[in-house]
Every structure is written in structure tokens, then in C-alpha cells.
């Protein structure tokens, strides 16, 4: 937020139809004067003031204005039209068509992206390639574009025709395309998210980040800015009541550093302001003095495994050393017919989720109350409560709605920090990050080197798998060590190879940490895998379909752990599903992948929901998991349905850890799994509650649904019997191109176990793929000497509408054992395969085999 300067210059503008007198700074932007001045939340800011994402846009005389880079002087005299403003019937169509075509997701870009073909979906006719150059100004990380092209194209023709499009009925049970939940809110931007938010006394706080990636903090001087006018405190880490580190697995993550002690990245946070605005609070930051000893940053992952290399950590660099060995290696690399050797590189890259980290916390009764946006409500009230030294119980997290996550909101961010400082102060605080702060502090997607080689016999059959695996964690343990542990994991892919030996090391450095990110370590080791099995093929001339059909795993085959496979493989499924398009292309790659559901290795998953008969229409399903555009909110009411046969439009959802309906953090595609047990085991009591008494007669009634995996094994236990994960996921791609080279269509064949919503199982693969593309062809995230190259969104590298592909999905449905109604999590394999297969295109292409990511483009 700016600061507003009143009295500057007079002006008079239409806003929604209504005549305003606006007397302030002619300089203050748009987008903040909607948003603070009128409370006009549709505009919401994902770059501010950047001006590339799109998620602020508004007309300005009919015509597309990006609000966050439009001063207000330039309005003067014109009318400016917002969502709320815009012509209620047509309105009302067009969201339709987004809710029933599957246009949003997360929601957050979305009444950004109505207001940009706004004026085109008016104009009449209307062509997919307008509508894709018109949405080139705008960002969507979630839904690859394809389901936005065609809601608007929809839309456009109900307009053109004078016709309504209307929601359809839907008994909501599993199979059947149930809108998304909540979706009209979120296309018209009503829906509150975090930055949304205000409450009576709100104050606001802005964090001091390090100066330097690893430098010893002398002095933290912060006398000038306790004095600026508008401050209200200034806080540093011997505030911190109760444990001053965090940590989802290891809590090494200070969160605030100490003088006398050593920065370890350029996110640290060295010392918190609240003050009356947040403008006052940055004024603030800035004039906080700090005096370091500044040191070389240790930046090479293989350089912090030396001997020399300073400790980033006591107990040194190496985070985690997970090691599999079955089978002799060098005996079976002897004895096969041919064999790949190769180092494979991938990169780092940013989640780019669109809203941008923010938290409010406010007093309750002793404790707090925490406003979150987090994949984890439950872990964010266990963090919380130990910074505050409170138990648990008087830590309330509600969930807000999530502007995307894919694993970049599973640490603790700025809620930690408005949690102490609401609680220090006794009012409301709001602490927010602005882009530039949200990439340098929250983890990235991990840089990984792969040493791999891998053989096989005269006929193709694969013999055995060696790797060497490097992973660069950056600062802070986060997840790191079950990233590199998953790689291990997944070393063999969707293949049955009888010799495995794997080493895959997770090493501290002074970089940007890195964690969870969707794929969770698959991604990078498939890459190798699937290049070298390419590299096979040209040794022994191999058809590439055929010898991974001959070597997907069969019932009783092992997994890289050693885990047999017994049932609910389907990925030969999925290979036959694209048989025919990749036979048939010029130039076409081809990949498989799998993926687990669950966390597993030995730790348990589990889910417990609540579901509560308010009234004779109003049925609401407590739960912990974080809607962020997959959809499990929906999920939820579907298996509700199935379940109950409710209507579903009886059926609301709310995560509030008051509610005690506790589970893990939503990551490992294990939403789906976890709350559909659980809600199929409360709604079996409903159903049969319901065959003797009306829902009239059940108001006020509680049903308690669980569903827990406590049998796994941890790779480390030597188990006779391996159970790593409870379930696996299975996909084949095709990536065809143009005689130019470049990448033209994606055949995304994909095993779900069951689909459960067609709409949005398509839409989360349409992302993934959308999103995996990016990976192969152009995002990364520079550092040098532990600092980022650049703090822009726009510079990242996500793939826009007009030049994203076709993207063809091709449901495959092979039942889980343990799914429920057979379901697996669809939400991370769908950019597994991916980068290789687009890998593999561009070998058929040019005949020459790249080992890093990201890509460079054939010609």
C-alpha cells in the first residue's frame, strides 16, 4: 500500500458509473486507489508495480488499463469501469461460461483476465487467436490458458447471440463435471483473499531482509526508525517470546537472525517494523542501520561438500545422504549389451505463484487469530504457537482463499512474523511481501546434477540403473531432504530394472533455499531417466514406444526402493493411448512417468474431517486441506455426494483449525486421496442416518470421517518388504513439432484411477503440462554469488497464451486399491514427463542429445 498524499491536485473521474472528487497525489496508482481508498477488491496485485501480470486490470474508457502502473492523473476527466461496474447480465454469462468450462482455478488472476477481453467478447464475433494475443498481457500459472481460450470463446458466442448461459443442474456425484467451488466468487473477484482483508485498528509491518547472503550481523541500530512518525514498534529476534526457529522437518530456520550471528541467505529477516501504513513501515525498514562483517557466500553445492568449505550449518553441509542399493551394479553394467552414460543438469526455477505472500493476524482471547493463505493451517498453528509460546489451542489459522501454491506456501513465510507482532501489539497486523521480497525469501524449485547410466540386454530389456544425484538446498533444510529422497525414489521411473544403486545427497549452500515444488524431485531425475532410454535406443536401435512398453512395470515388479507393485499399474495403458499420435508424427518424443500419492516413506498420511448438519440446506465439511486451484474443495463435495446423495448445493467447506479436523500439509497429490476417505467415511454415517430421519431432523448433528496410512516403510528401515508409498500415479506424453521445430502439440496421456471431475482433471493437466513446458524450454531463476540476477516476474520465463501448444489429455482410469472410489492424485504427474519428452523431440529433430534444462530451441 502507498502512502496517500491528500491536497496535491483536484480532480474529477466517473468510477462505476458514479462522479468522484478525488483530491490527493496525482502520482498514487490506480490499483491502489481502488483498493484502499474505495475497497474495490476485484483488482488484485500480483507484480505491482511491475504491470505483466494482468491481475489488476480495469477499463479506462473502454478500454484495457493495467491499474498498477496508471497514476491517477491519468484519469482525470474518464471513466473507470471495474468488475463491479460492468453490465450485470453479461456479467453473470461470462463467469458462467468460466465455472462451467473450467476458466479458473485458483481465482486469483481471473477477474483480471475477464477485464481484458471484456471490450473483445462485446465486439461480436470473435476468433481463439484473438482471444490468445488479447491474454498474452496477462499471467495464469494454473490453467495452461487452453479452458480460459475456451470460456471466453463461449462466453462470446452467448453474448453474440443475446443468450444466457446457465449453471447446470448436478446431482454432483463423482464422475460428473461439478463447477468448481466457489467459482462465481472468485471470477468476479468477491471472494476475500488475504490482501483483501481489513479490520477496525489494522496496522501494518514490513520485514528487513539481509543485505547480504552470508555476513556476520555486528549491530542492528534501530533508534532512527523507532522514531519516524507513524512507527509503532520495531521488533527484533529477542521479542520472540518462545523458539525462534522454525522448520517443516528440521527447525533451522531462524525467524529472525540475531546479532553475533551469521546470515545465511538474502532472505533472511534481521528485524520487523509495524507502523500506522505500510508505506510508513518501509520508510521505516530502509532507515534501519546494520552492521556486518560480510563473507564469501558458499554457492557451489560440490564446493560445500569439501573439506574447506565453511559450515553453513553446525552440523555441516550435508543436509541428507539417502542411499539404495539392491543388486550388483558393476556385475550387471558388465554383462548388458549396451549402456548410456550421461550428466544431466536441471535448473532452478519459481513457483510464480500469483498472489503474492501475505497474513493477517489479530487478538482473540489470549491468543490469535491468523488469516493464512498457507498449504498447511494445522502446521502453521503448531510453528505459531511455539514462536509465541502459546499452546496450540489458542492459536487460531483460518484459511483464506489460496492464489496458488504448487508447494512454493508450504513454509512458514510472513505468518510467523503478523502472528508476534498482532500478539505483542494486542491489534490486527498485516505483513505483506511485494514480488521483489516474495522471490528472494521462499523456496525454489531444486537445481539438481545427475550423474546416470543405465543398460540394457540385446532385446531391449533394461538391466540396471547407477546414479549419482546432487541437489542444491540452498540455506534451509525446508524439504529438502525428502526432494532428493523422492528422486532416489522415482531413479527408475515406471520401469521394471532388477539392479539399482543410487546415491542422492541434499547439500546447504547460501542461496535461495529450496523445497517443495510440483513434481517434488520426479521431474528432475526423469529427465535423466527418460534421456538416457532415448540414448539406448540409438545404440541398439530399439523402437522407443515399444521398449518402454516391455519395460513398464508389471504386477510383482519392484520400484527403485525395491517397493512390489501389486496392483493399480496402468501405465501400458497410457503408452497404448498415444501409440498412434506418436507413430504417426514426424518428429515426435515420447516419456513416461509416475508419480506417488502420499508422503509415505515411513511417515504416516492421515485426514479427519467434520461434517455438520447447520440446517435442513446447509451442510458444511470441515477439513484441513488448502484449496489452491486443484480443486479438492470440490473434491470434498463430490465425495460427499457420492457418499450421501445431498444436493450439492446444500454443501459449504471451511478450513479453521478451531474446528479440530487436523491433517498434514497439502502436498504429495495426496488431497484427493486423503480427504475422499475421510469424507466417504463420515458420509457412510450420514447415509445411514439419512435412510431413517430426514436431513430436518439431523440439524446440529456432528459425523466424524478418517482415513489413515500408517503402513509405509522409510528407504533407510531395510524392511523385508518395501512399502515406500500407499499408491502411484502413471502418464505417457508426446511431444510432436512443426518443420520448424518447435513444439506443436502434447499428447498428455494420464492414469487417474478414477476421474472423479472430467473438467477439472483436464484443467489440472492442461496446467502441468503448461507448466512442465516452461521447465523444458524457458524458466529459470539465475543466481549469482547467492543473490537472484533479477526480482521481475516478467523475467522468469513462463510460457503465455499465444505460445503455448496444443495440449491434447487423454484419461486413462486404473483403480487404486486405496483410492477412493479408486481416485489417484492427478495434481504432480502432469509435469513429470514432460521436459523429457519434449528432450526427446529435439534429439529426433537435429540428432543431437541436450543434458540441460532448461532447453535450447532446435532449429
Not at 68 to 74: D, S, T, V, Y
Not at 367 to 394: A, C, M, T
Not at 775 to 784: I, Q, V
Amino acid at each position: 500500500m502507498e502512502k496517500i498524499k491528500l491536497k496535491e491536485q483536484t480532480m474529477e473521474f466517473k468510477l462505476n458509473g458514479t462522479t468522484i472528487n478525488y483530491e490527493g497525489d496525482p502520482e498514487l496508482s490506480l490499483m491502489t486507489y481502488l483498493r484502499d481508498v474505495e475497497d474495490i477488491i476485484s483488482p488484485k496485485d500480483g507484480c505491482a508495480p511491475e504491470g505483466v501480470c494482468g491481475c489488476c486490470s480495469v477499463l479506462l474508457d473502454g478500454n484495457v488499463l493495467k491499474a498498477c502502473i496508471a497514476p491517477m492523473r491519468r484519469i482525470a476527466g474518464k471513466e473507470v469501469i471495474t468488475m463491479e461496474g460492468l453490465d450485470p447480465g453479461k456479467k453473470e454469462t461470462v463467469v458462467n461460461a468460466f465455472a462451467i468450462e473450467g476458466g479458473l482455478q485458483c481465482g486469483f488472476c481471473t477477474p483480471g483476465i475477464i477485464m481484458k477481453v471484456w471490450p473483445l467478447l462485446n465486439q461480436g464475433f470473435v476468433t481463439e487467436k484473438e482471444i490468445n494475443k488479447a491474454l498474452n498481457s496477462n499471467l495464469c500459472r494454473c490453467t495452461g490458458y487452453k479452458k480460459v481460450t475456451k470460456s471466453c470463446l463461449s462466453a462470446a458466442e452467448a453474448l453474440r447471440n443475446n443468450t444466457k448461459i446457465e449453471l447446470p443442474q448436478s446431482s454432483g456425484k463423482v464422475g460428473e463435471s461439478l463447477p468448481k467451488y466457489d467459482s462465481l466468487r472468485l471470477a468476479t473477484g468477491e471472494a476475500p483473499y488475504v490482501a483483501d482483508l481489513k479490520f477496525e485498528g489494522m496496522v501494518h509491518g514490513a520485514l528487513k531482509f539481509s543485505d547480504h547472503p552470508r555476513a556476520k550481523v555486528m549491530k542492528i541500530n534501530t533508534s532512527v526508525a523507532e522514531k519516524l512518525d507513524g512507527v509503532l514498534r520495531v521488533f527484533t529476534a529477542e521479542d520472540i517470546p518462545g523458539e525462534r526457529h522454525t522448520g517443516l522437518i528440521v527447525p533451522d530456520w531462524p525467524l529472525m537472525v540475531k546479532r553475533g550471528e551469521t546470515t545465511r541467505y538474502v532472505g533472511d529477516v534481521l528485524a520487523g517494523v509495524v507502523a500506522e501504513t505500510e508505506q510508513i513501515a518501509r520508510e521505516a525498514v530502509a532507515l534501519i542501520e546494520v552492521e556486518y562483517k560480510v563473507l564469501a557466500p558458499v554457492t557451489d553445492p560440490f564446493a560445500a561438500l569439501s573439506a574447506e568449505s565453511p559450515k553453513i550449518h553446525e552440523s555441516g553441509n550435508l543436509l541428507s545422504n539417502t542411499e539404495i542399493e539392491r543388486g550388483d551394479s558393476k556385475k550387471a553394467e558388465k554383462e548388458s549389451t549396451f549402456v548410456t552414460k550421461g550428466t544431466y543438469k536441471t535448473q532452478r526455477i519459481e513457483h510464480a505463484f500469483l498472489e503474492i505472500e501475505c497474513c493477517l493476524a489479530k487478538p482473540l482471547d489470549g491468543g490469535v487469530e491468523v488469516f493464512s493463505q498457507s498449504q498447511g493451517v494445522y502446521e502453521d498453528r503448531n510453528s505459531i504457537s511455539k514462536i509465541l509460546g502459546l499452546p496450540s489451542e489458542k492459536v487460531v489459522v483460518v484459511l483464506m482463499p489460496n492464489g496458488g501454491g504448487f508447494g512454493g506456501k508450504e513454509d512458514i513465510s510472513v505468518q510467523g512474523h503478523a502472528a508476534l507482532y498482532s500478539h505483542l501489539l494486542q491489534v490486527p497486523v498485516r505483513v505483506a511481501l511485494t514480488r521483489p521480497e516474495s522471490l528472494c525469501m521462499h523456496p525454489k524449485r531444486h537445481p539438481m546434477i545427475m550423474e546416470m547410466s543405465l543398460g540394457c540386454d540385446e532385446n531391449g530389456k533394461l538391466t540396471f540403473v547407477e546414479a549419482d544425484i546432487i541437489g542444491d538446498t540452498g540455506a534451509y533444510a525446508s524439504v529438502g531432504m525428502k526432494v532428493l529422497e523422492r528422486a532416489a525414489g522415482h531413479a527408475t521411473s515406471a520401469y521394471s530394472i532388477p539392479i539399482v544403486k543410487l546415491r542422492s545427497r541434499s547439500v546447504y549452500t547460501n542461496n535461495i533455499p529450496c523445497g517443495a515444488m510440483r513434481g517434488f524431485g520426479v521431474n528432475q531425475i526423469n529427465f535423466a531417466i527418460e534421456s538416457c532410454i532415448d540414448e539406448l535406443c540409438v545404440q541398439g536401435g530399439f523402437d522407443r514406444w515399444q521398449i518402454r512398453y516391455d519395460n513398464a512395470l508389471q504386477p510383482g515388479d519392484r520400484t527403485s526402493t525395491g517397493q512390489k507393485i501389486t496392483s493399480g499399474i496402468g501405465i501400458q495403458k497410457t503408452l497404448i493411448a498415444v501409440k498412434e499420435q506418436f507413430q504417426n508424427a514426424k518428429f515426435a518424443g515420447i516419456a513416461c512417468g509416475m508419480k506417488n500419492t502420499g508422503i509415505g516413506n515411513g511417515v504416516q498420511d492421515g485426514s479427519k474431517v467434520k461434517v455438520v448438519i447447520d440446517s435442513p440446506t446447509e451442510i458444511t465439511i470441515h477439513h484441513g486441506w488448502t484449496e489452491m486451484g486443484q480443486g479438492v474443495f470440490t473434491m470434498a463435495v463430490q465425495f460427499l455426494c457420492e457418499a450421501t446423495g445431498v444436493n450439492p448445493n446444500f454443501i459449504s467447506v471451511k478450513v479453521d483449525t478451531s474446528k479440530d479436523a487436523p491433517c498434514g500439509m497439502t502436498t504429495a497429490s495426496r488431497g484427493t486421496s486423503l480427504i475422499g476417505n475421510s469424507v466417504l467415511d463420515a458420509g457412510k454415517k450420514l447415509k445411514a442416518d439419512l435412510e431413517t430421519h430426514s436431513l430436518q431432523e439431523l440439524v446440529g448433528r456432528e459425523y466424524v470421517g478418517e482415513w489413515v496410512c500408517d503402513w509405509t516403510t522409510a528407504i533407510e528401515a531395510d524392511a523385508d518388504e518395501p512399502q515406500t508409498h500407499y499408491s502411484y500415479s502413471y502418464a505417457t506424453q508426446v511431444v510432436t513439432l512443426d518443420d520448424s521445430g518447435k513444439v506443436e502439440n502434447v499428447f498428455a496421456a494420464h492414469d487417474a484411477g478414477r476421474i472423479v471431475n472430467p473438467i477439472l482433471f483436464e484443467g489440472q493437466l492442461e496446467g502441468s503440462v503448461h507448466m512442465g513446458l516452461g521447465y523444458a524450454l524457458s524458466e529459470k531463476f539465475d543466481m549469482e554469488e547467492g543473490r537472484p540476477v533479477h526480482t521481475k516476474l516478467g523475467k522468469l520465463g513462463m510460457i503465455r497464451a499465444a505460445a503455448t501448444p496444443n495440449i491434447v489429455v487423454i484419461g486413462i482410469e486404473e483403480p487404486d486399491e486405496f483410492g477412493p472410489c479408486g481416485a489417484k492424485g492427478v495434481g504432480e504427474i502432469g509435469l513429470v514427463p514432460t521436459a523429457s519428452a519434449v528432450a526427446n523431440a529435439f534429439f529426433q529433430f537435429n540428432g543431437e542429445r541436450q543434458y540441460e534444462l532448461p532447453l535450447k530451441q532446435v532449429k
